[in-house]
Structures are given as structure tokens and as C-alpha cells.
């Protein structure tokens, strides 16, 4: 089984900057890709970045060029940094991995953690 425990959420003011971190516990499995979602009230959960095993990063388009996504695929960590926040990143952020195990691929989900920015 495989757990991933997040942190790093709070209340910012907008043009702040949070850092989130999340880590997985568990054996016996490699990382495929890892990833954070968002899910705002009222809103679906929803893609915010991604990065591959082999470091490929992808990002939703109001993110881009404020958000940077980094992982560590041995430590099995991830992280996103966020700058410049605006009131609209308001949401409880969720971690996501792909892990392998033998010959499948298995889906995990941190338990989320809100972030908050003021205007």
C-alpha cells in the first residue's frame, strides 16, 4: 500500500508564494509520473502540473510561469512551488502519483491541502 502525506498549505496574500510538499510512503514500487490537481468550490478537481520519471513537466495554462513542479523520484517527493498567487488559485490542492509495481500501474491520492489567497 502506498500513502502520500502532503504539506505546505495555507493562507497567503495575493503576490505570495507557498510551497507545497508531498511524500510517499510504502515499498516495493517506482514512480511513474506525480502530479497536483486543485479543486476550487463548486468546481471539479482539476490538472494544475505534472512531471515524468524522466523529469517532462506540464502545466495548465493559468499556472504557467508562476507554479514550477520538481520531484525525486528515489526520495519519492514532490513538490510545487507557487509565486505570484492570485485569489483564483484559491483551492484545496491534491497530490497525485503514478506508481508501478511489478507490471502495473497503480493511482494514489494525497489527502489534499487548502491554499488560500487573500486579495
Known amino acids: 500500500q502506498v500513502q502520500l502525506v502532503e504539506s505546505g498549505g495555507g493562507l497567503v496574500q495575493a503576490g505570495g508564494s507557498l510551497r507545497l510538499s508531498c511524500a510517499a510512503s510504502?515499498?516495493?514500487?517506482?514512480?511513474?509520473?506525480m502530479g497536483w490537481y486543485r479543486q476550487a468550490p463548486g468546481k471539479q478537481r482539476g490538472l494544475v502540473a505534472t512531471?515524468?520519471?524522466?523529469?517532462?513537466?506540464n502545466y495548465v495554462d493559468s499556472v504557467k510561469g508562476r507554479f514550477t513542479i520538481s520531484g525525486d523520484n528515489n526520495k519519492k517527493v514532490v513538490y510545487l512551488h507557487m509565486n505570484s498567487l492570485k485569489p483564483e488559485d484559491t483551492a484545496v490542492y491534491y497530490c497525485?502519483?503514478?506508481?508501478?509495481?511489478?507490471?502495473?500501474?497503480?493511482?494514489?491520492w494525497g489527502q489534499g491541502t487548502q491554499v488560500t489567497v487573500s486579495s
Open positions: 497525485n502519483m503514478k506508481v508501478r509495481r511489478l507490471a502495473d500501474l497503480y493511482d494514489y
Open positions: 510504502g515499498s516495493r514500487f517506482s514512480i511513474n509520473t
Open positions: 512531471i515524468t520519471s524522466g523529469g517532462s513537466t
